[in-house]
Nanobody
Framework: QVELVESGGGLVQPGGSLRLSCAAS????????VGWFRQAPGKEREFVSA????????YTTDSVKGRFTISKDNLKSTVSLQMNGLKPEDTAVYYC???????????????WGQGTQVTVSS
């Protein structure tokens, strides 16, 4: 079992930045992969980025590449998503999820956090 708790969401103006954090506990063994997904109202859940537990491998979807950066704090067992240059279309509930395989489809992730709202608006 892996427990995930997200934090860091909020309201930000277009062009602004937010940093989301996902604190992981439980069976966080070396093969764990943590991913970020988002879901906007009326839209399907979308993969954003993922990182291996060692932090050595990452993958980020093209729509946010260059603006969003995923990272791993090994001392705190936390995965962060730094979001810069935010746009209104980035508005969504952001979820972190965990899998023991490096995958990008949400239905292949076994554990999910409760989600945190990100709203980009002037």
């Amino acid at each position: 079992q892996v427990e995930l708790v997200e934090s860091g969401g909020g309201l930000v103006q277009p062009g602004g930045s937010l940093r989301l954090s996902c604190a992981a506990s439980g069976r966080t063994r070396a093969t764990l992969v943590v991913g970020w997904f988002r879901q906007a109202p009326g839209k399907e859940r979308e993969f954003v980025s993922a990182i291996t537990w060692s932090g050595s491998t990452t993958y980020t979807t093209d729509s946010v590449k260059g603006r969003f950066t995923i990272s791993k704090d090994n001392l705190k067992s936390t995965v962060s998503l730094q979001m810069n240059g935010l746009k209104p279309e980035d508005t969504a509930v952001y979820y972190c999820a965990a899998s023991y395989r490096f995958v990008i489809r949400g239905n292949e992730y076994d554990y999910w956090g409760q989600g945190t709202q990100v709203t980009v608006s002037s």
